[in-house]
């Protein structure tokens, strides 16, 4: 039932994208199942033009991954990643004989780590707190 209504919807969007003069890619499409439910359950089987689009476990959005149970683990793994990057970038130019000055610093951080951590906090600030402990400064500062 449920997908019907989705395959449905992807015909009206099909449709639209026709009289409007845009259209859908099916090769650069994806599908993702989101669902918390436990056990096996298939995956819907979607079709642009009688192409299936495959179903992929995250996908990314504006700059967020998004996995199928809405964990946003894989988004906060690299984000902690991307993060320590730039950390080792800021204790090369916190030298004490010729880095930078401390508020230079400062604003280096609030530009490079801050900004990424901030960006899509809204939507994978819903992640539980055993994921999002590996934002902490502790965990990221090694």
């Known amino acids: 039932m449920i997908e019907r209504q989705l395959q449905t919807a992807v015909n009206n969007i099909l449709k639209w994208c026709d009289t409007n003069g845009h259209s859908i890619s099916a090769s650069k499409?994806?599908?993702?199942?989101?669902?918390?439910?436990?056990?096996?359950?298939?995956?819907?089987?979607?079709?642009?033009?009688?192409?299936?689009?495959?179903?992929?476990?995250?996908?990314?959005?504006?700059?967020v991954i998004f996995d199928r149970r809405l964990t946003f683990l894989p988004h906060i793994l690299q984000l902690r990643k991307r993060c320590e990057k730039s950390l080792n970038l800021l204790k090369v130019l916190s030298n004490t004989s010729w880095g930078a000055d401390r508020t230079s610093l400062l604003r280096v951080y609030?530009?490079?780590?801050?900004?990424?951590?901030?960006?899509?906090?809204?939507?994978?600030?819903?992640?539980?707190?055993?994921?999002?402990?590996?934002?902490?400064?502790?965990?990221?500062?090694?």
């Open 29 to 63: 499409s994806c599908c993702v199942h989101f669902c918390r439910k436990r056990g096996i359950h298939p995956d819907p089987e979607i079709r642009i033009r009688d192409i299936q689009i495959p179903v992929v476990p995250d996908v990314r959005f504006l700059g």
């Open 110 to 142: 609030q530009a490079i780590v801050l900004s990424r951590i901030d960006y899509g906090c809204v939507v994978y600030g819903s992640a539980c707190n055993s994921t999002l402990k590996n934002l902490t400064p502790s965990t990221i500062w090694h």
